[in-house]
Protein backbone atom coordinates (compact mmCIF):
# COMPACT_ATOMS: atom_id res chain seq x y z
CA UNK A 1 0.00 0.00 0.00
CA UNK A 2 1.14 3.35 -0.41
CA UNK A 3 3.20 4.95 2.69
CA UNK A 4 5.09 8.36 2.72
CA UNK A 5 7.53 8.63 5.54
CA UNK A 6 8.69 11.57 6.78
CA UNK A 7 12.03 12.45 8.74
CA UNK A 8 14.65 15.33 9.61
CA UNK A 9 12.24 17.03 11.73
CA UNK A 10 13.64 18.95 15.39
CA UNK A 11 14.63 21.28 16.83
CA UNK A 12 16.48 24.49 15.66
CA UNK A 13 17.52 27.98 16.58
CA UNK A 14 16.24 30.88 14.51
CA UNK A 15 18.46 31.23 11.15
CA UNK A 16 19.23 27.69 11.02
CA UNK A 17 18.49 25.14 9.00
CA UNK A 18 17.21 21.80 8.85
CA UNK A 19 16.38 18.90 6.10
CA UNK A 20 13.02 17.12 6.07
CA UNK A 21 12.78 13.68 3.76
CA UNK A 22 10.40 11.46 3.03
CA UNK A 23 10.71 8.03 1.72
CA UNK A 24 7.48 6.86 -0.33
CA UNK A 25 6.94 2.97 -1.03
CA UNK A 26 3.99 1.13 -2.79
CA UNK A 27 3.82 2.75 -5.84
CA UNK A 28 5.62 4.20 -8.69
CA UNK A 29 7.60 7.17 -7.32
CA UNK A 30 8.65 8.57 -10.62
CA UNK A 31 4.99 8.88 -11.80
CA UNK A 32 3.78 11.52 -9.55
CA UNK A 33 4.05 15.09 -8.33
CA UNK A 34 5.03 15.50 -4.84
CA UNK A 35 4.40 18.47 -2.13
CA UNK A 36 5.21 19.07 1.29
CA UNK A 37 2.30 21.21 3.37
CA UNK A 38 2.90 22.49 6.77
CA UNK A 39 0.72 22.91 9.60
CA UNK A 40 1.32 24.81 12.82
CA UNK A 41 0.61 24.09 16.40
CA UNK A 42 -3.54 24.39 16.55
CA UNK A 43 -3.73 26.05 13.23
CA UNK A 44 -4.98 25.20 9.49
CA UNK A 45 -2.94 23.32 6.81
CA UNK A 46 -0.69 25.60 4.20
CA UNK A 47 0.65 24.44 1.16
CA UNK A 48 4.94 24.63 1.11
CA UNK A 49 6.64 23.66 -2.35
CA UNK A 50 5.78 21.02 -5.41
CA UNK A 51 8.00 19.41 -7.19
CA UNK A 52 7.31 17.51 -10.87
CA UNK A 53 7.97 14.26 -11.41
CA UNK A 54 11.58 15.18 -12.95
CA UNK A 55 12.38 17.72 -10.65
CA UNK A 56 12.64 20.48 -13.57
CA UNK A 57 9.52 22.42 -12.65
CA UNK A 58 9.03 23.51 -8.89
CA UNK A 59 7.06 26.10 -6.93
CA UNK A 60 6.94 27.76 -3.18
CA UNK A 61 4.28 29.80 -1.27
CA UNK A 62 5.63 33.18 -1.27
CA UNK A 63 6.21 32.84 2.44
CA UNK A 64 9.33 30.38 2.01
CA UNK A 65 10.49 31.28 -1.22
CA UNK A 66 13.95 32.27 -1.21
CA UNK A 67 14.42 30.09 1.92
CA UNK A 68 13.02 26.33 1.10
CA UNK A 69 14.35 24.41 -1.74
CA UNK A 70 12.36 21.02 -2.65
CA UNK A 71 14.39 17.78 -4.74
CA UNK A 72 13.79 14.37 -5.38
CA UNK A 73 15.39 11.56 -6.05
CA UNK A 74 13.25 9.16 -7.89
CA UNK A 75 15.93 6.36 -8.27
CA UNK A 76 15.95 6.50 -3.88
CA UNK A 77 12.08 7.01 -4.11
CA UNK A 78 12.46 10.03 -1.97
CA UNK A 79 12.14 13.91 -2.06
CA UNK A 80 12.84 16.40 0.35
CA UNK A 81 12.95 19.82 1.87
CA UNK A 82 15.59 22.18 2.90
CA UNK A 83 15.12 24.83 5.13
CA UNK A 84 17.17 27.25 5.30
CA UNK A 85 17.02 31.03 7.52
CA UNK A 86 14.30 29.39 9.69
CA UNK A 87 12.01 31.42 11.42
CA UNK A 88 9.85 31.07 14.40
CA UNK A 89 6.83 31.44 12.43
CA UNK A 90 7.87 28.14 10.13
CA UNK A 91 7.35 25.59 13.28
CA UNK A 92 4.86 23.50 12.35
CA UNK A 93 4.28 20.18 11.45
CA UNK A 94 5.19 19.05 7.86
CA UNK A 95 3.77 16.62 6.32
CA UNK A 96 4.86 15.04 2.59
CA UNK A 97 2.03 14.47 0.28
CA UNK A 98 1.03 12.32 -2.96
CA UNK A 99 -0.64 14.39 -5.95
CA UNK A 100 -3.01 12.04 -7.25
CA UNK A 101 -1.20 11.81 -10.55
CA UNK A 102 0.98 13.79 -12.54
CA UNK A 103 -0.15 17.00 -12.64
CA UNK A 104 0.68 20.51 -10.52
CA UNK A 105 -3.12 21.41 -10.04
CA UNK A 106 -4.34 18.20 -8.42
CA UNK A 107 -5.71 17.29 -4.89
CA UNK A 108 -2.79 15.34 -2.33
CA UNK A 109 -4.59 11.35 -1.64
CA UNK A 110 -1.74 10.14 0.04
CA UNK A 111 -0.08 12.30 3.32
CA UNK A 112 2.93 11.05 5.76
CA UNK A 113 2.26 11.24 9.23
CA UNK A 114 4.24 14.44 9.71
CA UNK A 115 7.30 15.80 11.28
CA UNK A 116 7.41 17.67 13.62
CA UNK A 117 9.97 21.23 13.05
CA UNK A 118 10.57 23.72 16.09
CA UNK A 119 12.27 26.87 15.52
CA UNK A 120 12.98 28.44 18.98
CA UNK A 121 16.47 29.78 20.87
CA UNK B 1 -3.81 36.36 -3.27
CA UNK B 2 -6.61 34.31 -3.72
CA UNK B 3 -8.34 33.20 -0.86
CA UNK B 4 -10.77 30.26 0.39
CA UNK B 5 -13.11 31.32 3.64
CA UNK B 6 -14.49 29.02 6.09
CA UNK B 7 -16.94 29.29 9.02
CA UNK B 8 -14.52 27.89 11.68
CA UNK B 9 -17.09 25.69 13.45
CA UNK B 10 -20.67 24.34 13.07
CA UNK B 11 -22.49 21.54 15.05
CA UNK B 12 -24.95 18.54 13.94
CA UNK B 13 -26.94 16.28 15.53
CA UNK B 14 -26.26 12.75 14.82
CA UNK B 15 -28.36 11.59 11.75
CA UNK B 16 -29.22 15.04 10.44
CA UNK B 17 -27.14 16.48 7.43
CA UNK B 18 -24.02 18.71 8.07
CA UNK B 19 -23.12 21.55 5.39
CA UNK B 20 -19.84 22.95 5.02
CA UNK B 21 -19.14 26.00 3.22
CA UNK B 22 -15.93 27.03 1.47
CA UNK B 23 -16.30 30.78 -0.83
CA UNK B 24 -13.80 32.63 -2.82
CA UNK B 25 -14.02 34.77 -5.75
CA UNK B 26 -15.19 32.45 -8.73
CA UNK B 27 -14.31 29.96 -7.26
CA UNK B 28 -17.27 27.80 -9.14
CA UNK B 29 -14.37 28.04 -12.11
CA UNK B 30 -12.15 25.83 -10.39
CA UNK B 31 -11.77 22.66 -8.60
CA UNK B 32 -12.18 21.88 -5.23
CA UNK B 33 -11.34 19.20 -3.07
CA UNK B 34 -12.01 18.14 0.71
CA UNK B 35 -9.71 17.10 3.32
CA UNK B 36 -10.80 15.67 6.69
CA UNK B 37 -8.27 15.71 9.77
CA UNK B 38 -9.00 14.25 13.27
CA UNK B 39 -6.67 15.40 16.05
CA UNK B 40 -3.51 13.91 16.26
CA UNK B 41 -4.20 12.15 12.61
CA UNK B 42 -2.65 13.30 9.25
CA UNK B 43 -5.84 14.94 6.56
CA UNK B 44 -7.82 12.42 4.56
CA UNK B 45 -9.08 13.51 1.40
CA UNK B 46 -12.79 12.98 1.01
CA UNK B 47 -13.97 14.88 -1.78
CA UNK B 48 -11.98 16.23 -4.83
CA UNK B 49 -12.74 17.83 -8.65
CA UNK B 50 -15.91 18.92 -6.62
CA UNK B 51 -17.94 15.63 -6.18
CA UNK B 52 -15.90 13.23 -6.65
CA UNK B 53 -15.62 10.62 -3.77
CA UNK B 54 -12.06 8.57 -3.35
CA UNK B 55 -12.49 4.73 -2.96
CA UNK B 56 -13.08 4.14 0.73
CA UNK B 57 -14.91 7.38 1.22
CA UNK B 58 -18.41 6.87 2.29
CA UNK B 59 -21.37 8.03 -0.51
CA UNK B 60 -22.83 9.66 2.73
CA UNK B 61 -20.22 12.57 1.55
CA UNK B 62 -20.65 14.96 -0.80
CA UNK B 63 -20.10 17.88 -2.75
CA UNK B 64 -20.93 20.59 -5.06
CA UNK B 65 -19.20 23.94 -6.21
CA UNK B 66 -21.09 26.73 -8.09
CA UNK B 67 -20.81 30.70 -8.03
CA UNK B 68 -18.20 31.49 -5.62
CA UNK B 69 -19.24 28.72 -2.95
CA UNK B 70 -18.53 25.38 -3.04
CA UNK B 71 -19.90 23.04 -0.24
CA UNK B 72 -19.48 19.74 1.56
CA UNK B 73 -22.42 17.95 2.57
CA UNK B 74 -22.54 15.12 5.21
CA UNK B 75 -26.01 13.03 5.10
CA UNK B 76 -26.86 11.23 8.28
CA UNK B 77 -24.00 12.14 10.16
CA UNK B 78 -22.48 10.09 12.33
CA UNK B 79 -20.12 10.73 15.43
CA UNK B 80 -16.87 9.42 13.81
CA UNK B 81 -17.68 12.38 11.04
CA UNK B 82 -16.67 15.00 14.04
CA UNK B 83 -13.55 16.48 12.32
CA UNK B 84 -11.84 19.25 11.08
CA UNK B 85 -12.39 19.89 7.17
CA UNK B 86 -10.68 22.21 5.25
CA UNK B 87 -11.67 22.97 1.13
CA UNK B 88 -8.72 23.64 -0.96
CA UNK B 89 -7.85 24.46 -4.69
CA UNK B 90 -5.45 25.66 -7.26
CA UNK B 91 -4.45 29.29 -8.41
CA UNK B 92 -1.48 30.15 -10.13
CA UNK B 93 0.54 26.98 -9.40
CA UNK B 94 0.10 27.36 -5.50
CA UNK B 95 -2.51 25.40 -3.35
CA UNK B 96 -4.90 27.23 -1.46
CA UNK B 97 -6.04 26.02 1.30
CA UNK B 98 -9.23 27.37 3.65
CA UNK B 99 -9.40 28.37 6.88
CA UNK B 100 -10.94 24.89 8.50
CA UNK B 101 -14.10 24.05 9.68
CA UNK B 102 -14.48 22.30 12.91
CA UNK B 103 -17.70 19.76 12.64
CA UNK B 104 -19.12 19.01 16.19
CA UNK B 105 -21.64 16.07 16.26
CA UNK B 106 -23.88 16.74 19.09
Known amino acids: QVQLVESGGGLVKPGGSLRLSCAAS????????MSWIRQAPGKGLEWVSY????????HYADSVKGRFTISRDNARNSFYLQMNSLRAEDSAVYYC??????????????WGQGTLVTVSS | SFDLTQPPSTSVSPGQTARITCSGD??????VCWYQQKPGQSPVLVIYEDRKRPSGIPERFSGSNSGNTATLTIGGTQAMDEADYYCQAWDSNAAVFGGGTKLSVL
Open chain 1, 97 to 110: ARHLGPGGDLPFDY
Open chain 2, 26 to 31: NLGEKY
Open chain 1, 26 to 33: GFIFSDYY
Open chain 1, 51 to 58: ITINGRSI
